[in-house]
T-cell receptor, first 118, second 114 residues
Framework: GAVVSQHPSWVICKSGTSVKIECRSLDFQATTMFWYRQFPKQSLMLMATSNEGSKATYEQGVEKDKFLINHASLTLSTLTVTSAHPEDSSFYICSARPLGGRNTDTQYFGPGTRLTVL | DAKTTQPTSMDCAEGRAANLPCNHSTISGNEYVYWYRQIHSQGPQYIIHGLKNNETNEMASLIITEDRKSSTLILPHATLRDTAVYYC???????????????FGRGTQLTVWP
């Protein structure tokens, strides 16, 4: 149980294009999903909190107009990197918090999406 | 901001217990300690979490000191597949739309040797 998938697993795109990454909770519903970014040899950096049916909450320093988040259902959140540039190349990871989680709730992570911008 | 301190790296022989320490001296009363691990180029995997009492599951044991300022993750019989970066995280206590945020520090690179 508690499986989270991401699609695509890797993507290569040209500079200036937009890329959409999907995060799905496969066997549970999630009112809250989180998006992280990880550069090589660095730790995960929280980008934003995605709540179903409402606007995402972005961490300080993360451009909301560049990283568009949509959480349209209880099992799907999408991250769109708009006008991608080489410095956006990174490993993007999502996590999902099961619906009805107690204060001790656990996040389950997806396998990540490797984005390379040429 | 990560509220934890962990050694950068540790080694362990296969079959032996791996004891990974974590300091969280500024932890607040109702903040939980979570442990995740990340194998290279994969998403993090949940291991265990605790508040005050020691915890054990099929993967590991978590020992939290009485003053809650530090904890130790124990892998009782490490295998080569346990080689990963282990993250100790104090979960921020908050309400509303940002409930449950996790802030990752640098973690400990555990290498299990044959």
């Amino acid at each position: 149980g508690a499986v989270v998938s991401q699609h695509p697993s890797w993507v290569i795109c040209k500079s200036g294009t937009s890329v959409k990454i999907e995060c799905r909770s496969l066997d549970f519903q999630a009112t809250t999903m989180f998006w992280y970014r990880q550069f090589p040899k660095q730790s995960l950096m929280l980008m934003a909190t995605s709540n179903e049916g409402s606007k995402a909450t972005y961490e300080q320093g993360v451009e909301k107009d560049k990283f568009l988040i949509n959480h349209a259902s209880l099992t799907l959140s999408t991250l769109t990197v708009t006008s991608a540039h080489p410095e956006d190349s990174s490993f993007y990871i999502c996590s999902a918090r099961p619906l009805g989680g107690r204060n001790t709730d656990t996040q389950y992570f997806g396998p990540g999406t490797r984005l390379t911008v040429l | 901001d990560a509220k934890t301190t962990q050694p950068t790296s540790m080694d362990c022989a296969e079959g032996r217990a791996a004891n990974l320490p974590c300091n969280h001296s500024t932890i607040s009363g109702n903040e939980y300690v979570y442990w995740y691990r990340q194998i290279h180029s994969q998403g993090p995997q949940y291991i265990i979490h605790g508040l005050k009492n020691n915890e054990t599951n099929e993967m590991a044991s978590l020992i939290i000191t009485e003053d809650r300022k530090s904890s130790t993750l124990i892998l009782p019989h490490a295998t080569l597949r346990d080689t990963a970066v282990y993250y100790c995280i104090v979960r921020v206590r908050e309400r509303g739309s940002t409930l449950g945020r996790l802030y990752f520090g640098r973690g400990t690179q555990l290498t299990v040797w044959p």
